[in-house]
Structure formats: C-alpha cells, structure tokens
C-alpha cells in the first residue's frame, strides 16, 4: 500500500463506517469458531493494526501480527499492537503448524503470487486451525481504492476457491458481503475515474451524515450476508481449514 494510505487509514479506521461493520462482522465470525485466548493467532499483513485491535479487545493473548511494511510496523507500535514481524507473506519467519487461527484479511490480493501465499498458511495452520480469509470482489469494481492499495487483482468466487483448493486448504463456509452497497460504490469509483478528484484514499470521501447512513446499511448487510447467499458484493469472505 502506498506510505500515504496507511496514514488516512489509521486516521479514519475506529470510526469508518467500513472498518467498524468489517470488525464487527470478524468479531462474528471468530466468536462462531469457537476459540479462546489459549490459541495462538497470526493476521498477515496487519496494515496499521485494526485486525489486532480487534483480536485483543476480545481477549485474545497469543496474537502475532506479519507486515512486510516497516511503516505499518510503525503504527501499530504506536498504537501498542503487537509483536508485529517484518516478512514476506509468501516465505514467512515461522515454523510449521505454528497457528491454531490465520486471519488473511484483504492480503492475498496485494500478492504477485496468492498460491504461494496460501500454500503459507496452510503450512503454518495447526491440522485442527482455521483460517479467515477476505478478498475484494468483482474486477467491474477496479478503482481508486485497489490502485492506492497496489492491488494485484480482484476475485470472483470460482477463482477463489480454485487458488485455495490448490494451496492445502478446504474451504468450509463462504459468501460475498457488502452488496447492498454495491451499485452505489461501482457508480461512485467510475465517477472518481471520470472526474479525477484530489482524493488519496476512498476513506476521505465521507462525512458525519453519509458515514451514519451507511454504517446502518452495512450493519444490515453484514447480519444477512452469511445466510443470504447473495451472487455478487463488493468482498467475499472465506473459512478455511488445512486438508
């Protein structure tokens, strides 16, 4: 990601309508899992720490964090999140079966190579471990936000579940989530690629007003999305466990 976004990131994430419905809907997730803070967690690539923060405000103890980012390493000293090791997602600093839980939160997409990537999780996963995976959704909604992100690509299901499949890992449970918002935010990134505006970052386009509105139809999208179904979302969730 570029050094800029990280900054705007940790500015605007503890009260960001999308990162407050993400982390509740997390939260969700590893509650239905079932593990306590006797498991040990490892979230590759932490960014500037919202997945940690998560993860220690429910308890959870034996929490490392990976970030090939020194500058993302940085923030989240700063917020008193870690240990945070510099490494490469593709080759990490672990042993094997080191982790009973892996949350690959909107990582795999930065990746040259996503296989390599998974093939490490699935070497670092405990044989009873599961993994939490999201991804961006849809390449129809390539805009500002995967550029500045130096994303390499957006999925669809189909190729998800192939790169996972192939990588030692089972999918368990899967499904798309923010598509109440999904027209709204295609028609908003083709506008921001018409118009050009001096943004650096989707998160600064929001306001109290709008940031209210859409926090209550994320808050929506997210409780119905697991049971929905739904065939498109601006992001798909995955669960996995190692084969």
């Not at 989707?202 to 209550?216: C, D, F, M, T």
Request: charged fraction near 25%.
């Amino acid at each position: 990601m570029e050094i800029a976004s990280y900054a705007i990131e940790a500015a605007v994430q503890e009260t960001h309508w999308w990162f407050v419905g993400r982390r509740r809907l997390f939260e969700k997730e590893l509650r239905r899992m079932g593990f306590d803070n006797s498991h040990a967690v490892l979230d590759v690539g932490t960014s500037t720490g919202t997945n940690l923060a998560l993860l220690r405000d429910m308890g959870f103890r034996r929490v490392t964090g990976l970030d090939m980012s020194e500058e993302a390493i940085v923030f989240c000293a700063s917020k008193g999140l870690g240990p945070v090791d510099l490494g490469d997602a593709c080759a990490m600093p672990f042993n094997d079966e080191s982790f009973d839980l892996v949350l690959a939160t909107d990582v795999i997409e930065h990746l040259d190579d996503d296989r390599a990537g998974l093939r490490e999780i699935s070497r670092v996963l405990t044989p009873d471990g599961k993994v939490l995976i999201t991804v961006p959704a849809f390449p129809s909604l390539w805009g500002l936000q995967d550029r500045v992100s130096n994303h390499k690509r957006r999925y669809r299901v189909a190729s998800l579940l192939d790169a996972v499949s192939c990588s030692g890992l089972k999918p368990i449970t899967h499904y798309h989530f923010n598509y109440l918002l999904f027209v709204p935010i295609w028609l908003a990134r083709r506008l921001i690629d018409v118009f050009k505006p001096s943004v650096q970052h989707e998160g600064q386009v929001n306001n109290p007003a709008i940031n209210w509105i859409l926090s209550k139809i994320f808050d929506i999208d997210t409780s119905l999305a697991p049971h929905l179904g739904m065939p498109f979302g601006v992001s798909i969730l995955l669960i996995c466990e190692r084969k």
